[in-house]
């Protein structure tokens, strides 16, 4: 399966270097979402199998398609690069289809927020049965306001994002050829990297092409 990742300079020499990387702090977005985000580690456990190394905590972040199956490269974008360096790296990667696990993003932001994602008719009652709650006890704003009934109730919902044909006209309405796809795996092995991009802030890009080794015995 063919993947797409921006990483730091500093991620991709270690990749180099060492043969593989992985995610060795947690970023910001973790810190703000740290419920989500270790639901997901917990699915890519139970659907994919543990992480191949322990001090694997969180994975890497990949695309399948940034916008849809026909724009699936994400952009090279200077926003990308983080404060403090004046490059970046964008890989092309040929991974095992077993080795990512594949979720919606649009649908990804839901449970990010804390809402449950179901089609119109559950979501009604969904809103029926929150407002009655939020009558007796006040208003919520973010998932841990609501009573654990009503909190399992809304996770149990979040398995959607990894069912990509599921079609709805409330909160998925296109097809999958036509939606972005994220992908996350535990690591990355330098034997998968295909191409490498490395862009800086004025949209150079210099592009490397990693072609196969050949060992004379």
């Given amino acids: 399966m063919k993947v797409y990742t921006i990483q730091t300079v500093a991620f991709y020499e270690e990749l180099m270097r060492d043969g593989i990387a992985f995610c060795k702090r947690e970023g910001y977005w973790c810190r703000e979402n740290r419920f989500q985000y270790d639901w997901m580690v917990e699915q890519m456990k139970k659907r994919i199998g543990e992480p191949p190394l322990p001090e694997i905590k969180y994975p890497v972040w990949t695309w399948k398609q940034y916008n849809s199956k026909k724009d699936p490269i994400p952009p090279m974008s200077p926003k990308d690069i983080p404060d403090e360096e004046t490059e970046a790296v964008m890989m092309e990667l040929n991974v095992p289809d077993n080795a990512v696990l594949l979720s919606d993003l649009d649908l990804w932001i839901h449970p990010l927020n804390g809402w449950e994602i179901c089609g119109k008719r559950e979501s009604k009652l969904f809103e029926k049965e929150k ?3 939020e009558k007796e006890h006040g208003k919520c704003y973010h998932l841990n306001d609501w009573s654990p009934t009503i909190q399992n109730k809304i996770v149990a919902t979040w398995e959607r994002v990894f069912d990509l044909g599921w079609i709805d006209a409330y909160q998925a309405p296109n097809k999958p050829h036509n939606r972005s796809i994220q ?6 092995r330098k034997e998968w990297l295909k191409v490498t991009h490395i862009f800086n802030r004025h949209s150079e890009i210099k ?9 004379i015995w």
């Fill in 183 to 188: 992908g996350t795996i535990w690591l990355l």
């Fill in 131 to 133: 407002d009655a709650y």
């Fill in 207 to 215: 592009r490397y092409v990693l072609r196969p080794t050949y060992q």
